[in-house]
């Protein structure tokens, strides 16, 4: 299933968010979303992922949602959003809970997609007794339970430690290998975003508008970190951001005050 935002424009009160968005995501493609604090990234999700309306601008859905899809929009937090008196399958099949299901299917549905994660010995744990790498392995188990068409990450690796984040990242490089998800991914994280994106939308600060599209062309199993091509477009990314990232905060700072 294919994604098309056409026209995406926002304002909150005065403040216009976002102008003018126009993206399509591929199935099976990875769209990173990079832009300085406040351009409007998490907001470009919700819309997605239909929690809020644009003021204008449309989100449209076309081609088959995938087989046996439960919910074909589907977030990744940056928190987990875990819930802690549960353990990690519980966690898991309360995505399912809601959906026309026998407890055999959802026993099914669980235990395939803990295997697919690696949590399969994990599974009767509670989330205060695991990493936040972990931790996030589970969030990740729980958006694929659904059989989504489009994951919707915000910054779902920001909370983690840079070594954690590395194997995070490895982990869904092996993933999309596997599967050929397709994702919608907010990232603050240049590198992340040259790691895992097929494409790179780089937002203008508010109101975010597309400055620009960067498209890698390397198989995401051949990236790695120290690769002279990815280091190139990353220094690439940040010259384009960091005037607009200054400006951005020192408004933030305005706005504060
Ligand atoms: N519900 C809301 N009501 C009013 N203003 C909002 C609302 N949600 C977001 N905003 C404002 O819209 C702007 C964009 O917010 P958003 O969180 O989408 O940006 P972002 O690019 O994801 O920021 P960051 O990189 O800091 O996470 C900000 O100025 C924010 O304060």
């Known amino acids: 299933m294919d994604l098309l935002l056409r026209g995406i424009t926002h304002r909150y009160g005065a403040t216009e968010v976002l102008s003018g968005i126009d993206l399509s995501i591929a199935e099976g493609e990875i769209v990173c979303i990079i832009g300085p604090s406040g351009c409007g990234k998490s907001t470009l999700l919700r819309f997605i992922g239909g929690l809020e309306r644009p003021d204008e601008g449309e989100v449209l859905l076309s081609g088959p949602v995938p087989s046996g899809s439960l919910n074909p929009l589907t977030y990744v937090f940056q928190d987990f959003a875990l819930l802690p008196w549960r353990s990690v399958e519980a966690n898991v099949s309360l995505v399912l809970e809601d959906h026309p299901l026998s407890a055999a299917e959802r026993e099914e549905i669980v235990a395939d997609v803990l295997e697919r994660t690696g949590l399969s010995d994990f599974r009767k744990a509670l989330p205060r007794q695991l990493s936040g790498g972990m931790k996030q392995r589970v969030a990740i188990a729980r958006a694929l339970s659904v059989r989504p068409a489009v994951m919707l990450m915000d910054e779902p690796l920001s909370a ?33 975003a040259v ?63």
């Open 195 to 257: 790691r895992l994106g097929h494409r790179i939308v780089v937002l203008s600060r508010r109101p975010g508008r597309i400055r620009t599209i960067v498209e890698i062309d390397r198989d995401l199993g051949e990236r790695e970190a120290g690769d002279p091509k990815l280091d190139a477009v990353q220094r690439e990314l940040w010259q384009l951001l960091r005037d607009e990232a200054r400006a951005a905060d020192r408004e933030i700072a305005h706005d504060v005050a």
């Open 160 to 192: 983690l430690d840079s070594q954690t984040r590395e194997l995070l990242m490895d982990d869904l490089v092996a993933l999309w290998q596997r599967e050929r998800f397709t994702a919608c991914y907010v990232t603050h994280n240049l590198a992340e």
